[in-house]
């Protein structure tokens, strides 16, 4: 089956570093992507990895390694903002999306 | 500046009764999905339709139908609701012809069935 797993809350302080962790177990890989979603609003797009490595978008940035079926988002210089949950999906072989339940990140003053 | 609108934030219906839930795109869009959000469970694909007039099956079709009989709208239809259809339902559109697909999300509708 195809299978999607990320820790269901983290805590962190502001200003400081965090990083979500995800892994995958899909049939067939055409990217992973990492959304945003704030309480009672809808997913907003963050980042896409199609190869391996790092991708830096301003204070968030993503990495992907498929041969272990391994991503993470990580967060940096957090605001209190940044308290979301933060959704990982894989496109499969059919390109479906494939979502992780989800990482709500809880962020302290 | 894209958009995806629901016909309703918040829909609260009794058993039985048919529901629409409505979603509109003015992005020009190929793809159109339905997708349910429970807690503690990823978002679930009920149906999506890659074209006017043509629908497919996601992971949890069952009690529900869909129809697109335009390019930017995309109903979904609870033939006989059920309380187990409570749940968030959001609507996302994406174009056929990027590179990766980013799928654009509405704003969700929060369906309680008593």
């Known amino acids: 089956g195809q299978n999607i797993d990320q820790p269901t809350e983290m805590t962190a302080t502001e200003g400081a570093i965090v990083q979500i962790n995800c892994t995958y177990q899909t049939s067939g890989f055409n990217g992973l992507f990492w959304y945003q979603q704030h309480a009672g609003e809808a997913p907003t797009f963050l980042s896409y990895n199609v190869l391996d490595g790092l991708e830096e978008k301003g204070r968030f940035s993503s990495f992907l390694s498929r041969s272990k079926g391994y991503s993470y988002l990580l967060l940096k210089e957090l605001q209190m903002k940044d308290s979301a949950s933060y959704l990982c999906?894989?496109?499969?072989?059919?390109?479906?999306?494939?979502w992780g339940a989800g990482t709500k990140l809880i962020i302290k003053p | 500046d894209v958009k995806v609108t629901q016909s309703s934030r918040y829909l609260v219906k009794r058993t039985g009764e048919k529901v629409f839930l409505e979603c509109v795109q003015d992005m020009d869009h190929e793809n159109m999905f339905w997708y349910r959000q429970d807690p503690g469970l990823g978002l679930r694909l009920i149906y999506f339709?890659?074209?006017?007039?043509?629908?497919e099956k996601g992971d949890i079709p069952e009690g529900y139908s869909v129809s697109r009989e335009k390019k930017e709208r995309f109903s979904l239809i609870l033939e006989s609701a059920s309380t187990n259809q409570t749940s968030m339902y959001l609507c996302?559109?994406?174009?056929?012809?990027?590179?990766?697909?980013?799928?654009?999300f509405g704003p969700g509708t929060r369906l309680t069935v008593l």
């Open positions: 996302a559109s994406s174009s056929g012809l990027a590179d990766y697909n980013e799928q654009f």
């Open positions: 339709s890659y074209d006017v007039k043509m629908k």
């Open positions: 999906a894989v496109m499969d072989s059919n390109y479906q999306l494939i």
